[in-house]
């Protein structure tokens, strides 16, 4: 599903590499948290995934697409299979629940009306089938990011990003959000979750990649990779 092969990333106003030389693979059905301290490069990972950063040496594959060398019109189709949700939530404020979720659909061209169903069934998926007309300002923020996760599904992508998606919940959300991403998971769909909360790493019994300073230092699926 995601194959990193001697992956490498600059930002070009930076001059240390954000990412040295990755190799990693994440099969079908599997939950995979990324961890590493603050600027290790989880994020630049995800965005290399999606598509809105290119490696700069190596190659990025993703759901059969190879990053590197997608052509503009390309981009549109990668994102449709790839959901994927925030620390920050990133709903618009002037907009229902159900709306937020609609207008993904509505982007990707969705026909108009499958869209009522649609929505609510991914309402319905991650609880909150009662506050589809709710502003996000009417939402406790882990209601906000289970609207922000039922938009990344709604598209039914094989692949689920997600940075640092608990980051701004208290214990009890924190909880319910790894929950749903874990149910996302059992249903077939491969959750990448980046997060900095290893008491919630450590109790998961989940695969674990983490990084420092842009290389992998650890892979719990069995290969160890060396610290260079
Ligand atoms: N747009 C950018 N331009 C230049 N440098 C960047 C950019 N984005 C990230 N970096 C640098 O790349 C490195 C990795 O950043 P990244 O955001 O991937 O880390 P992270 O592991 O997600 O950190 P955090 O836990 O704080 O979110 C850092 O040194 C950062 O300063
Ligand atoms: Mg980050």
Same mark, same amino acid.
């Given at each position: 599903m995601i194959r990193f092969n001697n992956v490498s990333k600059s930002y &070009?106003? @930076?001059?240390?590499?954000? %990412?040295? =030389?990755l190799t990693f693979h994440i099969g079908r059905g599997e939950f995979v948290f990324l961890t590493g301290? @603050? =600027?290790?490069g989880k994020s630049t990972i995800l965005k290399l995934m999606h598509a809105e950063e290119p490696p700069t040496s190596g190659d990025v594959r993703v759901s059969g697409f190879a990053i590197g060398k997608l052509r503009r019109d390309e981009v549109p189709r990668l994102r449709r299979r790839l959901g994927i949700v925030f620390q920050?939530?990133? %709903? %618009?404020?002037?907009?229902t629940a159900a709306e937020n979720i609609a207008f993904a659909l509505e982007v990707t061209g969705a026909r108009s009306d499958t869209i009522p169903t649609r929505v609510a069934r991914v309402l319905d998926q991650v609880g909150l089938s009662s506050k589809l007309d709710a502003f996000p300002r009417e939402l406790s923020g882990g209601e906000q990011q289970r609207v922000a996760i039922a938009r990344a599904l709604v598209n039914d992508p094989p692949v689920l990003l997600a940075d640092? &998606?608990?980051?701004? %919940?208290d214990e009890r959300a924190t909880q319910g959000v790894f929950q749903l991403l874990r149910d996302i998971n059992d249903t077939g769909t491969v959750v990448l979750m980046a997060t900095h909360d290893l008491d919630l790493v450590r109790q998961a019994g989940k695969r674990i990649l983490e990084l420092r300073d842009g290389r992998l230092v650890f892979d719990s699926a069995g290969d160890q990779v060396e610290a260079r």
């Open positions: &070009p106003t @930076s001059t240390a590499p954000a %990412l040295e =030389g301290h @603050s =600027g290790a920050d939530f990133r %709903l %618009l404020e002037d907009r640092e &998606p608990t980051g701004n %919940l």
